[in-house]
């Protein structure tokens, strides 16, 4: 018995690799820190995380989950804005699978074994501070040639905050 307990506790703590950063645009200029774990298993997390950052400018957050893919999150007074990079990942991960339930999107198992990987969510959640819609179409139609984290490599580049991008995955060892 004692052993069978353990074990959901130790999924309970269970974080993918990767990372989370919080984004913040302030008077022209960029910062980047890094979020706590929690961000890599909870949309909830993430999202209470950004929002106590309480900037008057722009405040998003990137996660890279194992590589695999990546979660943009941007929390607005009129709701948060979601990008998920690969719908197909709500299958094995349960951050994927909040973010689907938050967009609403109905998208059933089944649909999700059998396609190939495509993203889910609002392409123009940046536009307005940088990254217009169509280039970040074109960084997720790389999937396929760049890791998730390349990925968001790609981003902080198109955006001007690769150096404080940067600066933090050195801090965390990425």
Do not use: H, N
């Amino acid at each position: 018995m004692g052993a069978q307990s353990a074990q959901p506790q130790k999924r309970a703590v269970d974080v993918p690799d990767g990372f989370g950063v919080a984004v913040v645009r302030e008077d022209g200029k960029w910062r980047c820190t890094a979020m706590r774990a929690a961000a890599l298993t909870s949309l909830t997390a993430a999202e209470t995380e950004l929002r106590e950052l309480r900037s008057a400018g722009a405040v998003f957050g990137l996660l890279d989950i194992d590589d695999e893919f990546f979660v943009i999150v941007r929390p607005a007074p009129s709701g948060t804005k979601l990008l998920l990079s690969d719908a197909t990942a709500a299958l094995d991960y349960d951050i994927a699978a909040e973010v689907l339930e938050k967009l609403d999107a109905d998208i059933e198992d089944e649909d999700l074994e059998r396609a190939d990987p495509f993203e889910e969510g609002d392409l123009g959640l940046l536009s307005d501070i940088g990254l217009p819609e169509a280039v970040l179409g074109v960084i997720l139609d790389e999937s396929d040639d760049l890791y998730a984290d390349e990925q968001l490599g790609r981003i902080a580049r198109e955006m001007g905050f690769a150096d404080e991008l940067a600066a933090v995955l050195e801090r965390l060892d990425r």
